[in-house]
Nanobody, 114 residues
Framework: QVQPVESGGGLVQPGGSLRLSCEGS????????MGWYRQAPGKERELVAA???????NYADSVKGRFTISRDNAKNTVYLQMNSLKPEDTAVYYC????????WGQGTQVTVSS
């Protein structure tokens, strides 16, 4: 099974933090570039951050300096540390290959609200 499983979302106040996790089965995740994506209501799904199998990263301008993507290849897991959260970060967050191959999971809801 390739489909990843995301977790760690929730409700947080503006300025707060959350850490998302994405676990995949098998070693396929550890040898490919992975990305975190998000989709807010009424908007297109967008790339938030990506990481190569070697650890190189890139981020959307809107999250630079606030979000950090990382990976643990031994655990086939990719993480997204989100700090200084803003209401506009509210969305369903997904992880997938980068670029995506259609193996979207259920996602995890992140809601930033006071």
């Amino acid at each position: 099974q390739v489909q990843p499983v995301e977790s760690g979302g929730g409700l947080v106040q503006p300025g707060g933090s959350l850490r998302l996790s994405c676990e995949g089965s098998g070693s396929i995740f550890s040898i490919n570039a992975m990305g975190w994506y998000r989709q807010a209501p009424g908007k297109e799904r967008e790339l938030v951050a990506a990481i190569t199998n070697g650890g190189s990263t890139n981020y959307a301008d809107s999250v630079k300096g606030r979000f950090t993507i990382s990976r643990d290849n031994a655990k086939n897991t990719v993480y997204l540390q989100m700090n200084s959260l803003k209401p506009e970060d509210t969305a369903v967050y997904y992880c997938e290959f980068y670029p995506p191959r259609g193996y979207w999971g259920q996602g995890t809801q992140v809601t930033v609200s006071s």
